[in-house]
């Protein structure tokens, strides 16, 4: 069995940073106590498809055909196989199943040459690994699906989703995710992608934002503010649950006190902190009263 070594987070991912946004003791649980969580079907077929989409892009773009891509399918899928055999319990007893998974995975990417025609576009990046650091010394990372780059010098960031796209009044979750992207971009690069979109294999949508600066200055001061939240949580212990609707969909319920359970041990030291320091005005306050 593997060996998991339980040690403090030293840098911010764009799902860590939704994790911790959602729920505290969730980020606990992934991040220090790194407890397993069940493959899911979706979550695996986003695996698969994301990786078809990629590996499209190897052909020569005359050959970049929608069969093609629908016949990558089951040989993504045996590539993933190979390096997760568990995966295969999904599927272990219906073989029926399996074939409507593979089928509702090709309908996905059939979906993508609807909203994008891959034999136009010629990706200057694909699953592309990203990290900096920000001179307050924090450390963000993350895989970009996608970058564009136009012969004029314009970055486009794009991300896959195959899910459906929220609506507008929920956007921002997705959208976060982008600027984090961006902010990163423009701190290796010196260069504000011209353009976040997202493309929503789901539904068939496209949600696209055209970020600047100040948006990305904003999105810094967040992460800060975050880690800083993150950092304190650390030190002390004090990983609070955020119940939510999410919860539901939750793999510790058996671990969170809102269903009853207990969290295992907290496995790094804590920090007590040190009473904040007190101002004159707190002091003549406490000697009037």
């Not at 959208?175 to 690069?189: E, G, I, P, S, T």
């Not at 929503?200 to 992460?223: A, H, I, Q």
């Not at 990983?239 to 539901?248: E, I, V, Y």
């Not at 809102?258 to 000697?287: D, I, M």
Request: glycine share 6%; with cysteine; hydrophobic share 40%.
């Amino acid at each position: 069995m593997e060996t998991r070594v339980a040690s403090p987070p030293n840098s911010l991912s764009p799902s860590r940073a939704s994790d911790f946004m959602q729920c505290p003791l969730l980020y606990r649980f992934r991040v220090i106590d790194k407890l397993p969580e069940k493959p899911s079907p979706a979550a695996t077929r986003g695996t698969v498809v994301h990786a078809v989409l990629e590996r499209l892009f190897d052909a020569p773009a005359e050959q970049r055909s929608l069969p093609r891509a629908r016949s990558l399918v089951a040989g993504e899928w045996e590539r993933l196989l190979a390096r997760r055999p568990e995966l295969r319990e999904l599927f272990a007893e219906d073989g029926a199943e399996l074939a409507r998974w593979l089928a509702e995975a090709e309908s996905l990417v059939e979906r993508w040459f609807a909203l994008e025609d891959p034999s136009r576009l010629e990706p200057a990046e694909r699953e592309l690994f990203v990290e900096t650091k920000l001179e307050s010394g924090l450390r963000l990372r993350g895989i970009i699906d996608r970058v564009d780059v136009a012969p004029t010098g314009e970055v486009r960031i794009v991300d896959y989703k195959t899910g459906k796209a929220p609506p507008p009044q929920f956007s921002d979750g997705p959208l976060f995710q982008m600027k984090f992207y961006a902010l990163v971009v423009w701190r290796l690069r010196g260069v504000v992608p011209r353009r976040l979109q997202l493309v929503f294999l789901g539904s068939g949508d496209v949600l696209t934002y055209d970020p600047d600066e100040s948006d990305l200055l904003r999105v810094e001061r967040k992460l800060l503010a975050l880690w800083e939240a993150i950092t304190r949580a650390t030190e002390t212990g004090d990983w609070r649950p955020s119940p939510g609707k999410l919860c539901n969909w939750c793999d510790h319920q058996a671990h969170c006190p809102e269903f009853g359970g207990s969290p295992p041990p907290y496995p790094l030291t804590v920090q007590p902190r040190l009473p904040e320091p007190r101002t004159e005005g707190s002091e003549e306050a406490e000697a009037e009263a």
